[in-house]
């Protein structure tokens, strides 16, 4: 009689793997969307960034000046409590980037001293006289303190979503609606109670049935209109189940602790749902809207089917020409570059010498190089170029070959001495890594004016061409609010003047010869090694505000404010006189003009610059 085999052993470890999948597909979703959401997210826009700076419960008073002491960031204000937040991601348990950076001793940064110079006056603007209008930016309404301090943590956690969030919020009309859930709290609140006492079973059983149904009900129903025709009997049914509830005698301590305990899990069930509007907020203004890729993607196929449009009939001449005017825009945005262009040459007088320089990145070369085939800008000149392509082939050694724009760095400013006043956040834009080798870059020119790609001017500029900086390198205007001294936890043992002012980016005129023989650029790479933590892209983001601020010490030349009307990309509340009397106006801050997210009030100045006979954007559907 043969042996037989024993049966195979099935095999167990496939079966394993895929059931470990799927519990991966199912519980991965619920932990995204219950942890704290990330600060920022890939996009082709322009990044904001965060880093939380000082917190409330340690002050130092230095000066009749109340400054936060937190291993982040500074403030603004000279009299004020401050805080500089910066939108990246952070590694620690807040989710944002610790900036603290302990600087060795033995290896300070050494910034070439520049010659000292007598105080410079500020340049007039070419404007119309105008009032101050620092009051006509906030609202006349005076806040109370509960207030402030629930708009503070709000914006403190969520940013500029709360401005958006109180602007666009909805009163809830539905009255039916809402005397059904407050039914459904008095009843949960008395159902333990009653559950408890001898002889209420009948009652207990009613109060029971009806929270089922109103449950069932407030779950297929958010407004009056969806609710059923026989909703009125039930809201019967429960006020007469209440009303026997309160006849009898409870305990009102059971009542109370369970009432609390339903509002708070009302507050943290608002706090889930506002983390996800939050979360779709960040998305929307942090990702390019789908008709704006259809655009960069329409305009990057046309570019290699057409031969006509890319042919050497481009006034390349006019490119390195240094008498010429020459301004600088980094963008990877085709709708944004174009409204600066549009708006900066509708606004000059003459624009037969104005040369526009646009640096994007390798994406979006072609959408750019087609679309300013396609389209004229008077008599002035566009220049593509690929920054990605020309670092590599200038600087192969440099390892940060991606464009990075503008930026930018929440500000949040409360007085102590003014504890009414409404708490102000206000974006500070400096420059970006990038924004450092425009020197090596252009080599032919002397000088040149940057545009951030989220501004547009509505004066004729040519008066800055005939500057006199003396040996000044960097013309912008200045923020006074916050003070190197405000962020020395930042700014470690590096040598800074406490009581200059930080700058704004936007618009600036830069002396390249003055940059070139004060080795801006060299000094700049000797702060980067000092101030990057790591080689994550969030560490470098972060760093470009102590190197921004530190590269240029002593070598900006103030610009009148007048210049620049910042503030239309968060701030609420601006006179639409202020707006049209400036000779520039900077959307700095999350709600873009491109985006269905900006502000309406301020949108219609930005796109009455728009291009409006392209087909590719009806073709997108693009509608800013």
Not at 179 to 205: M, W
Not at 311 to 329: L, M, T, W
Request: proline share 5%.
């Amino acid at each position: 009689m043969k042996a037989t085999a024993p049966p195979a052993k099935r095999r167990r470890g496939p079966r394993l793997a895929v059931l470990a999948l799927v519990l991966c597909s199912l519980l991965v979703p619920i932990a995204f969307l219950f942890n704290r959401f990330p600060a920022v997210y890939v996009t082709d826009e322009r990044p904001q960034q965060e880093v939380t700076l000082p917190s409330f419960d340690r002050l130092v008073v230095e000066r009749d000046r109340i400054v936060h002491q937190v291993p982040r960031q500074g403030g603004r204000d000279v009299n004020a409590e401050t805080e500089v937040t910066q939108d990246v991601h952070g590694k620690n348990s807040k989710g944002n980037i610790d900036l603290h950076h302990q600087i060795d001793t033995e290896h300070k940064v050494k910034v070439l001293p520049p010659p000292k110079i007598e105080q410079v006056k500020p340049v007039p603007v070419p404007v119309p006289p105008r009032k101050d209008f620092s009051d006509n930016m906030r609202r006349p309404r005076v806040p109370s303190a509960d207030e402030l301090e629930k708009a503070k943590a709000c914006q403190l956690e969520f940013g500029s979503y709360c401005l958006w969030s109180i602007e666009h919020k909805e009163v809830m009309k539905d009255a039916i609606v809402k005397k059904l859930k407050d039914q459904l709290f008095v009843a949960r609140s008395y159902y333990p109670s009653i559950a408890k006492l001898k002889g209420k079973e009948a009652l207990t059983r009613e109060l029971k049935q009806n929270i089922q149904e109103h449950e069932r009900v407030l779950s297929e129903s958010i407004v009056d209109a969806d609710l059923p025709s026989f909703i009125k009997k039930k809201i019967e049914r429960m006020d007469r189940a209440i009303a026997r509830a309160k006849s009898c005698t409870v305990d009102c301590n059971n009542v109370d602790k369970k009432l609390r305990q339903i509002l708070h899990m009302t507050d943290d069930e608002a706090h889930f749902h506002m983390k996800q509007s939050a979360y779709l907020y960040n998305l929307g203004v942090h990702t390019m809207p789908k008709s704006h890729h259809c655009l960069n993607m329409r305009l990057t196929v046309e570019y290699f089917k057409s031969t006509t449009l890319d042919s050497d009939d481009s006034p390349v001449h006019k490119f390195n020409v240094p008498d010429h005017r020459h301004y600088v825009i980094l963008s990877k945005n085709v709708l944004a570059a174009s409204v600066v262009i549009n708006s900066s040459v509708s606004s000059s007088e003459e624009t037969r010498n104005v040369v526009f320089h646009v640096l994007t990145d390798a994406q979006n070369f072609y959408a750019m190089k087609h679309w300013f085939s396609r389209n004229a800008y008077r008599e002035s000149a566009v220049n593509v170029i690929n920054y990605e392509h020309i670092i590599l082939e200038n600087l192969p050694d440099f390892s940060m070959q991606q464009l990075y724009m503008p930026e930018e760095f929440r500000v949040f400013i409360s007085s102590f001495e003014r504890p009414t006043e409404k708490s102000r956040m206000e974006y500070l834009s400096v420059f970006s890594h990038s924004h450092f080798f425009i020197p090596e870059i252009f080599k032919d020119l002397k000088k040149v004016i940057v545009l951030d790609d989220d501004v547009i001017v509505q004066r004729d500029l040519s008066f800055l061409w005939n500057l006199d900086m003396g040996d000044k390198v960097n013309a912008a205007v200045k923020f006074c609010g916050l003070r190197l001294g405000q962020l020395r936890n930042l700014l470690g043992e590096a040598m800074y003047d406490p009581q200059s002012c930080a700058w704004m980016s936007g618009l600036n005129v830069i002396n390249l010869e003055k940059w070139r023989e004060y080795n801006v650029t060299e000094n700049y790479l000797q702060l980067l090694e000092k101030f990057r933590n790591n080689d994550d892209e969030a560490s470098l983001r972060a760093a470009a505000l102590p190197i921004s601020l530190l590269s240029f010490q002593n070598l900006v030349y103030p610009l009148d404010e007048r210049l620049t009307l910042s503030g239309l990309g968060y701030q609420y509340g601006i006179e639409e006189k202020v707006i049209r009397t400036s000779a520039s106006l900077h959307y700095n801050g999350n709600m873009k003009p491109w985006l269905e997210l900006g502000i309406p009030n301020y949108r219609k100045y930005w796109k009455r610059f728009l291009a409006r006979d392209e087909r590719f954007m009806d073709e997108c559907n693009v509608s800013p």
